[in-house]
């Protein structure tokens, strides 16, 4: 059964599109490659030993896509297209507007060209704001989003709820991302930061290889145990297979509309990130501390008592797993020439 993965060669797509394979489906990728590079095709295609169907086009270009979904015809698409860089978003907001929300619309225009049994959207726990408590539920009441970004998230989930009511046979689950960490266990595949990480991990292990001279830790006066942020970190490979989770069982409940937080349901705050980190990369990392970083919320982490229960999924991966696998990922970096590589500092 094929399944179209837009944006399926960016960081969680690329991770889906491995577990899709590895669970029986056919992954057809759309990619404008804005966020990614043609080696993530040649690696997935290492990882599950066999060639993979790509498309190098943009999601809002309804012609091609149109054209796309009546050669594959695929039965399920997840939708993870989109531009994600929270502090980009507040100083280019028509770009996150244009990709996040247009884009949107004119792919859902063409997509009743075929029959979509399933479709699942790549949201994500911005749309939360600064929760009243955590662990936050899928129930909480959705705040002012903070950023343009978070925004688009919101208006993503709104728009495809109003589109999915109207379709009885088709159904939409919206997954809302914690804090994707870590890479494929192969080292083949991972996170491709372009330019300066805004992302703690990918700084954290781009200091300890000495591309970056120091991590500063954004704030140490919050309200928590050791005065840093908490977040849920959830290892990418995880997040991944409850793609494919929601994906088959949207094929049972044809005409069901669900939305699941996807987390560990643990807090980890920044310095737990570091001493994981120190303890899987047995060096010290040099890292100090400077003022909070605006829009950044204190805590927040998932509630996943509704994913676990409605998908039979869980989270395997440990915080140190997450981290040893993005460590062994920024090693193997060093093999790939990627675009990024021209924009650091
Ligand atoms: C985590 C913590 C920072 C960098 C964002 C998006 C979210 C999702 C994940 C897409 C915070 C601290 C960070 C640094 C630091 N993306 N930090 N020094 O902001 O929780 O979430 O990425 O869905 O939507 O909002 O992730 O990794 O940027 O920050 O101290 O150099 O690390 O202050 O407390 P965030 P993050």
């Not at 091609?64 to 531009?83: R, Y």
Request: aromatic share 10%.
């Amino acid at each position: 059964m094929k399944i179209l993965l837009t944006g399926g060669a960016g960081f969680i797509g690329s991770h889906t599109a491995v577990a899709l394979i590895e669970n029986g489906f056919e992954p057809i990728i759309v990619d404008d490659f804005r966020n990614s590079e043609p080696f993530v095709i040649e690696n997935i295609e290492k990882i599950v030993g066999k060639k993979i169907t790509s498309y190098a086009s943009n999601i809002g270009n309804k012609k091609e896509v149109k054209e796309i979904l009546q050669k594959e015809n695929p039965i399920g698409v997840i939708h993870f297209a989109a531009d994600k860089a929270v502090n980009e978003s507040v100083v280019n907001p028509m770009k996150y507007y244009q990709n996040n929300v247009l884009n949107l619309i004119n792919f859902l225009e063409i997509i009743d060209s075929i029959k979509i049994e399933s479709f699942v959207f790549s949201s994500s726990c911005t749309v939360y704001g600064v929760p009243d408590k955590t662990p936050v539920k899928e129930t909480a009441s959705i705040k002012p989003a903070f950023s343009p970004y978070g925004y688009t998230k919101q208006v993503g989930e709104r728009i495809l709820n109003d589109f999915f009511k109207s379709l009885p046979s088709s159904s939409l689950t919206l997954l809302r991302y914690f804090n994707p960490i870590g890479a494929h266990p192969s080292g083949l595949i991972g996170e491709l930061p372009i330019g300066v990480p805004s992302n703690l991990v990918p700084y954290i292990t781009q200091t300890a290889i000495g591309k970056r001279k120091k991590l500063t830790v954004f704030g140490k006066d919050y309200d928590t145990p050791d005065g840093t942020c908490i977040r849920d970190y959830i290892h990418v490979v995880d997040l991944a297979n409850a793609h494919v989770s929601a994906l088959e069982k949207g094929l049972k409940s044809k005409d069901s509309i669900k939305t699941l937080n996807v987390g560990t349901g643990k807090g980890a705050s920044v310095l737990d990130v570091i001493t994981a980190f120190e303890k899987v990369s047995k060096q010290e990392l040099n890292y100090g501390f400077g003022p909070r970083r605006a829009g950044d919320v204190p805590k927040i982490y998932s509630d996943n008592t509704l994913i676990k229960n409605e998908l039979d999924w869980d989270a395997k991966f440990s915080l140190e797993d997450c981290l040893e696998h993005s460590w062994n990922w920024e090693k193997n970096l060093l093999k790939f020439k990627y675009k990024s590589e021209k924009k650091q500092d």
